[in-house]
């Protein structure tokens, strides 16, 4: 028997809340791939542990959004019983894993965005989001630096790990405007003090980037075409598969308690 | 997770160094004073030890891969997180372990390298499938649970960095028991379908998980001399007996059954169980589980696929040193 989507009322809090949850889940869930499979121990243990952090937020997030959208959903049924076409979260994101650089680089990209983006959330006017911020932008803080260590030991280690590294950058750079784009709801939330505007943190996302970019002796693409879509639900092909193995058990066996 | 009675150590006292260190050893021993990294130790103690904690070790890693199978497919974000957390906690347990044996002179590349080659053995345990989320919660429940009870007497192992590794281990391992316990709690009072399939991976989890104790005390040839280093403080057989006395009350709680329609309780309440397929467990051990090519595979494809990341970590580490050394010259 098939399972049905659940609906969600997409007001611009929830939508807001769920974009940032599904950033975090689907990020998470791409690190927990790695878990038992990692170059070496420390790694497994340390993505692991980041993963297990952004699983966290996404959690706080979608009980949020549950209860700004004020119906009997809850963070399972936001995880669990939405496709695709439901899910708001970065294209960056939901990338495949690739090789431990495209993996790093993708956690560098987001958490050089994330750890200035939560920081600046912590003046939020919505007291629950103020509280995410702030443990968020602990643990971004770490991310941020586990990621930037192993950008440089890759950039400057051996040929082949510069190699490696330069090429998940070029590859995954089109990727990384969304972070910056506001859509109109979100616009509103922002004048309201609720949101700010991520816009406002590129100058400063860039120079980290180029700071360390700069140190690992590897370079930022010149090319600012930027693939959009994720957080109107169009997404890569990469996301479906995802989400079957994520949802399997929740769409096999509907509505039973786990 | 876990360490197998597998230990064939060849106690060859023969091969001590000097008769008078061997008695002051074993003095120590028998007064219960830990022996720590830099003490004298007869080569067979070291031997014996760095084969059992890098066992250890490597149970705890390849151990990480059935459970891992369902990171991905946990079926609520609260367990997925905690079975995250819970792999992590073994891959912990392996460094912790790895950290252990290197103080007996082992490093631990070489005790990878080892395993890597089919040279060095781990549990059988994990050489069996996880099929259903009812695994996960079996694993947790009895695969732990029998973890626990040959860890808890290694806690006073004699050898210092190992009894204080299962301190920890132990800690850990019993919240992840009733982790596990909750889990089949929790399909056990839902559907049928949940309860069918809690049943049915009790069927499959059951025997291997008995085997987890090692082959019975008639055919275990080699305990005497680790009992006398008080590496190993029950026989196979004792420990087996405690696991099931106490496996049996919580499985008719769960309403569960056991799969061994002969088993009985005797006078004095033990509940004995019925003959075990040691060819069955033979087999595992000599690489045809049902999983051990798969395992090995993956750690082996993990360790080769990693290889380019550890050398860039090594190229640069050397790299940072050199230009420190250029920049105290200057």
């Avoid at chain 1, 007001?11 to 990020?27: F, G, N, Q």
């Avoid at chain 2, 210092?160 to 850990?172: D, H, S, T």
């Avoid at chain 2, 275990?220 to 006395?245: A, G, P, Y």
Wanted: glycine share 6%; aromatic share 8%; net charge negative.
């Amino acid at each position: 028997m098939p399972v049905a989507n659940i609906q969600v009322s997409e007001t611009p809090l929830v939508l807001y809340a769920l974009r940032r949850a599904d950033d975090a889940l689907i990020l998470g869930h791409r690190l927990s791939e790695w878990c038992g499979h990692a170059p070496m121990l420390e790694e497994d243990m340390a993505l692991s542990n980041i993963a297990l952090d952004l699983i966290g937020q996404a959690r706080e997030l979608y009980t949020y959004a549950a209860k700004a959208e004020g119906k009997d959903n809850d963070e399972d049924k936001l995880a669990y019983l939405r496709d695709i076409r439901q899910y708001r979260d970065l294209l960056l994101v939901e990338q495949p894993n690739g090789d431990f650089a495209q993996t790093l680089v993708r956690q560098f990209f987001y958490s050089a965005f994330a750890d200035l983006y939560w920081r600046a959330m912590m003046t939020s006017r919505d007291t629950t989001l103020a509280a995410i911020a702030a443990k968020s932008e602990k643990e971004s803080a770490y991310h941020l630096r586990h990621a930037s260590e192993w950008i440089i030991r890759l950039g400057d280690g051996t040929d082949e790990s510069h190699a490696r590294a330069q090429a998940a950058i070029d590859h995954l750079w089109a990727f990384t405007g969304e972070m910056f784009a506001v859509d109109d709801g979100e616009r509103a939330l922002i004048h309201a003090g609720i949101a700010i505007d991520p816009g406002t943190l590129r100058g400063r996302w860039l120079t980290t980037l180029s700071d360390v970019v700069g140190e690992a002796t590897l370079v930022l693409p010149q090319n600012d075409w930027m693939q959009q879509g994720g957080r109107v639900g169009r997404h890569s092909e990469h996301l479906g598969h995802l989400l079957s193995e994520l949802q399997s058990m929740q769409r096999t066996f509907p509505g039973q308690t786990w | 997770m876990y360490t197998q009675a597998l230990n064939t150590a060849e106690a060859d006292d023969r091969s001590l160094e000097d008769a008078a260190q061997a008695a002051t050893f074993q003095a120590r021993i028998d007064a219960e004073v830990r022996i720590e990294p830099n003490d004298w130790m007869p080569a067979a103690y070291r031997k014996t030890l760095t084969r059992q904690i890098s066992q250890h070790a490597h149970s705890e890693i390849v151990g990480m891969l059935p459970e891992g199978n369902w990171i991905t497919r946990a079926p609520t974000l609260r367990r997925k997180a905690a079975l995250l957390a819970k792999v992590q906690d073994e891959c912990g347990h392996g460094l912790y372990l790895y950290a252990a044996a290197e103080t007996l002179g082992s490093s631990r590349e070489e005790l990878v390298d080892a395993m890597l080659a089919g040279k060095a053995k781990y549990s059988s345990i994990f050489n069996y499938p996880t099929l259903t989320w009812a695994d996960i919660g079996t694993i947790g429940w009895l695969v732990d649970g029998a973890a626990i009870m040959n860890q808890i007497p290694l806690c006073r192992c004699s050898y210092g960095p190992y009894a204080r590794a299962m301190i920890r281990v132990c800690k850990e391992e019993s919240f992840h028991q009733r982790q596990g316990y909750e889990i089949m709690l929790t399909l056990c009072r839902g559907s049928d379908e949940q309860k069918a399939m809690a049943q049915d991976a009790l069927n499959r989890w059951w025997w291997p998980v008995l085997m987890m104790f090692g082959p019975p005390d008639a055919t275990s040839q080699h305990s005497d001399t680790s009992t006398r280093w008080k590496i190993k403080r029950f026989s196979n057989d004792e420990l087996r007996q405690k696991f099931v006395d106490a496996t049996v009350p919580q499985a008719q709680y769960l309403g569960l059954t056991i799969p061994d329609p002969g088993m009985t309780q005797d006078a004095d309440g033990h509940w004995c169980y019925s003959g075990i397929n040691w060819t069955e467990f033979k087999q595992v051990l000599a690489g045809n589980g049902p999983c051990n090519r798969d395992r090995m595979a993956a750690r082996r494809k993990a360790h080769a696929e990693g290889a380019w990341v550890r050398e860039a970590a090594a190229a640069y580490a050397a790299k940072r040193v050199q230009r420190q050394t250029a920049q105290a010259a200057e």
